[in-house]
T-cell receptor, first 114, second 112 residues
Framework: GAVVSQHPSRVICKSGTSVKIECRSL??????MFWYRQFPKKSLMLMATSNEGSKATYEQGVEKDKFLINHASLTLSTLTVTSAHPEDSSFYICSAVRTRNEQFFGPGTRLTVL | QKEVEQDPGPLSVPEGAIVSLNCTYSNSAFQYFMWYRQYSRKGPELLMYTYSSGNKEDGRFTAQVDKSSKYISLFIRDSQPSDSATYLC????????????FGQGTRLTINP
């Protein structure tokens, strides 16, 4: 099966700092990756669509200057949470599209902002 | 009204029981329907994928889609303790697995 990894799996940072989360498709190329956010006992909320070689498309209500997305290659997308605050603490999950009908998820990154 | 409604549970059943999980939706443009399983602190894992209305079976799992009622179901037969997880329905109006809209997820526990 297709494998998507995320790094780091957990991160704790101080308020005001920036945190970068990596999402990699290990055994396939992904033109499109998605970034989701999940609060405890809540569903996944799509934050943005990341397309290789072009600017990300953000969902309504998601601050693009706060959540910087870079999809520099067909196997790597990064999400940078800039000037993080406690309300940014959440579980961030990426997914990568292998074909039009297949979307594979990473294991998630738990961010805690103190 | 949320686009996709799913009872969060929790749902607890004895081992071997048949489990029925359901979602309703309001957007008639949804054409692609998926069920994901998510273990605690892990990413979702695709279980079933269905296009339009009808049934699909894969081992102990059966997915049903009734577009006229805007209602989808996942049935798990001969449930096992290892099936204990959160089950999320997801839907898309765009071909394939693009731009998914997720239900809240139902937390399921199978008791030995």
């Amino acid at each position: 099966g297709a494998v998507v990894s995320q790094h780091p799996s957990r991160v704790i940072c101080k308020s005001g700092t920036s945190v970068k989360i990596e999402c990699r498709s290990l055994d396939f190329q992904a033109t499109t990756m998605f970034w989701y956010r999940q609060f405890p006992k809540k569903s996944l909320m799509l934050m943005a669509t990341s397309n290789e070689g072009s600017k990300a498309t953000y969902e309504q209500g998601v601050e693009k200057d706060k959540f910087l997305i870079n999809h520099a290659s067909l196997t790597l997308s990064t999400l940078t949470v800039t000037s993080a605050h406690p309300e940014d603490s959440s579980f961030y999950i990426c997914s990568a599209v292998r074909t039009r009908n297949e979307q594979f998820f990473g294991p998630g990154t738990r961010l805690t902002v103190l | 009204q949320k686009e996709v409604e799913q009872d969060p549970g929790p749902l607890s059943v004895p081992e071997g029981a048949i489990v029925s999980l359901n979602c309703t939706y309001s957007n008639s443009a949804f054409q692609y329907f998926m069920w994901y399983r998510q273990y605690s602190r892990k990413g979702p894992e695709l279980l079933m994928y269905t296009y339009s209305s009808g049934n699909k079976e894969d081992g102990r799992f059966t997915a049903q889609v009734d577009k006229s009622s805007k209602y989808i179901s996942l049935f798990i037969r001969d449930s096992q303790p290892s099936d204990s997880a959160t089950y999320l329905c997801a839907m898309s109006a765009v071909q394939g697995a693009q731009k998914l809209v997720f239900g809240q997820g139902t937390r399921l526990t199978i008791n030995p």
